[in-house]
């Protein structure tokens, strides 16, 4: 029987986004572009499959790849008023079925999980006798990520990274196997496992125990994955284990944000979805809500290219959130000048009353950021560098959760919660006016302040929510990291600011070399460099701002010229500047030495 409020659930829809929630059962395929609502539309699927009657919620596991949108799921569904359904990263879910199962199916307890691959794969390359530098070794413990999330073995590695053309750090494919061969030997006598190997774990149990998976399948009938182009061989092979041969599965995911292929990822899951589950519906997400008609169709232009055709089999958006200022790219003589170039442009716009926390300069690699953080604290400018410090790991947070959590007892809903928690973390340093500058005191500030908002939004979705709730909250926030917003600009790499979005958006350093990045030598590469630069244009709702620089340093030659990609696509751009680069050969792997007596390999 229906809930009365289940078609109240579609009636907030668009009609396409109507289309994926009115239909909670069957397999189905959804193609959504940068901003089109998938997240709604996916939580109001599910909503209404719970509204409706058709499934239960505890029945339900959505996966995703980050914390934070796990977080951001599980409290949608809360304001939907929707319980019991498991919003989970791919590792959070497995984890949590290993350390049940394990006990029952292996014996004992669960192994501890290695905070870092660094000290075992530095011991794997001392024993082989490899002299690699520290970042080999970094590189070295990426190389045993990707051949994991491709399900690969000492054994299998060597010929799957030749056919990928891999290059191992300072080996070659046969010396990197032997370095694979070590590390596991080492994690065994240490009685340890990684990160990966909690998907391979997971998986091994679920194939070779009958009950686990009867239990798992039992528990869990119907599937949602959000970022289905960014799953890879091992989590693709995990979620079938799960299905255990059913179809009840909904993934949503774009081909044109398909970024992370050097992690294994592929968007060949997402493109083969029908002929895996066959009958499955597609449906596709096209009105973007986040940018104006201007930042949209520098985005549609981009992903057309040269030849003026649909790329990736991704959508063409339709803008929805009106007119705006034309995207602007701005050349400048050196790095430096960009740096304070775009510094002096962010300060103009906060004093514009543009809030800081809606500002972000985008870049490609994490070297860049620097001379950015030195312009912005010249000018006293507020800033955070996404991927650093952890929210719920500074030490002003700990101690506001600490007063926060003294405070529950004492609760007697005589004052009402937010004026309740302002009071108390005034005792941790809060006040109702950001203090003058920046530095520490202004960073402690704004991360008790991202707490006072907070409460604010818990309010919209449990208007009779009181302290003990809101510990609650902040305990499950920091279990998945989904930190608050905090005031400041946002600095991150393109990679990380997948996902966000921004009024104020600088796209720096648009310059060949760059963007793209100089190592992309094949067309393969050079097209994933294409939806990288998509993804970053696509962050900004309202104001869109790409620079570069003629020079590295100030008086050096200006050799540099803007991205081939903005050619034809934004004034100001040489259209002939850069052409696609001819597909180069791979480079040819080292060729293991050999012993001059006994022919052995060294």
């Known amino acids: 029987m229906a809930f009365p409020d289940a078609d109240a659930i579609l009636a907030a829809l668009d009609p396409e986004q109507r289309e994926v929630a009115a239909a909670p059962l069957g397999p189905m395929r959804v193609i959504a572009g940068a901003g089109t609502g998938k997240t709604r539309a996916i939580t109001h699927r599910i909503a209404y499959g719970v509204r409706a009657g058709v499934y239960a919620g505890p029945h339900v596991l959505a996966l995703t790849f980050t914390a934070r949108a796990a977080g951001e799921m599980r409290t949608r569904l809360r304001d939907l008023r929707v319980s019991g359904v498991q919003a989970r990263t791919f590792h959070a879910a497995a984890l949590r079925q290993l350390h049940f199962f394990w006990p029952a199916v292996v014996g004992g307890a669960a192994p501890e999980i290695m905070p870092s691959k660094a000290a075992a794969v530095a011991e794997a390359s001392g024993r082989l006798r490899l002299r690699l530098s520290r970042d080999e070794l970094r590189d070295a413990a990426a190389e045993i990520e990707w051949a994991k999330a491709g399900t690969l073995t000492a054994e299998t590695y060597a010929a799957a990274a030749t056919r990928a053309r891999r290059t191992p750090p300072g080996m070659d494919v046969t010396a990197m196997a032997r370095l694979i061969a070590t590390y596991e030997e080492i994690k065994g006598e240490r009685g340890v496992i990684d990160f990966e190997d909690v998907l391979l774990v997971t998986l091994g149990m679920l194939r070779s125990d009958a009950r686990m998976a009867e239990t798992v399948r039992g528990q869990y009938r119907h599937f949602v994955v959000d970022e289905y182009q960014d799953v890879n061989a091992l ?247 989904h930190a608050p917003s905090v005031d400041g600009v946002t600095l991150a790499s393109l990679h990380a600011a997948k996902g966000l979005e921004w009024d104020l958006v600088v796209l720096a350093g648009v310059s060949e070399g760059l963007i793209p990045i100089i190592m992309a030598e094949t067309h393969a590469e050079v097209d994933e460099e294409r939806r990288l630069l998509y993804v970053g244009i696509t962050r900004a709702r309202r104001e869109l701002h790409l620079t570069w620089a003629r020079a590295k340093v100030a008086g050096g030659r200006a050799a540099r010229r803007p991205s081939r990609f903005l050619g034809g696509v934004i004034e100001g751009a040489n259209a002939s500047g850069g052409r696609e680069p001819r597909e180069r050969k791979p480079k040819q792997a080292k060729r293991p030495a050999h012993c001059r007596t006994c022919a052995a390999p060294l």
């Not at 493109?271 to 549609?300: C, K």
């Not at 506001?400 to 009402?416: C, F, I, K, Y």
């Open 235 to 481: 989590q693709q092979a995990l979620l079938l284990a799960w299905l255990g041969g059913r179809h009840e599965l909904c993934v949503v995911g774009d081909p044109s944000q398909t970024i992370y292929s050097f992690t294994g990822a592929s968007a060949d899951h997402l493109r083969d979805f029908p002929r895996v589950h066959p009958g499955a519906a597609t449906r596709e997400l096209v009105r973007n809500y986040r940018s104006t008609t201007p930042i949209v169709a520098l985005a549609n232009g981009l992903a057309r290219g040269p030849s003026g055709s649909r790329r990736w089999g991704g959508v063409e958006l339709q803008a929805q959130a009106g007119l705006g200022p034309e995207p602007v790219l701005t050349a400048y003589d050196d790095d430096l000048a960009e740096a304070n170039g775009v510094a002096a442009l962010i300060e103009r716009a906060i004093a514009g009353g543009t809030p800081a926390r809606q500002i972000a300069i985008l870049f490609r690699t994490n070297g860049q950021s620097e001379a950015f953080e030195a312009a912005l604290s010249e000018r006293g400018v507020p800033y955070l560098i996404r991927g650093g410090e952890r929210f719920f790991q500074r030490r002003e947070v700990r101690e506001a959760t600490v007063l926060l959590r003294g405070g529950v007892r004492s609760d007697d809903s005589s004052v009402e919660l937010p004026e309740l928690v302002r009071s108390i973390l005034t005792g941790a340093g809060w006040g109702p006016n950001a203090p003058a500058g920046g530095g520490a005191a202004r960073q402690r500030w704004e991360s008790l302040d991202a707490l006072v908002l907070l409460v604010d939004q818990l309010l919209v979705g449990m208007p009779a929510a009181r302290l003990a709730d809101f510990v609650r909250e902040l305990d499950e926030r920091a279990a998945a990291q």
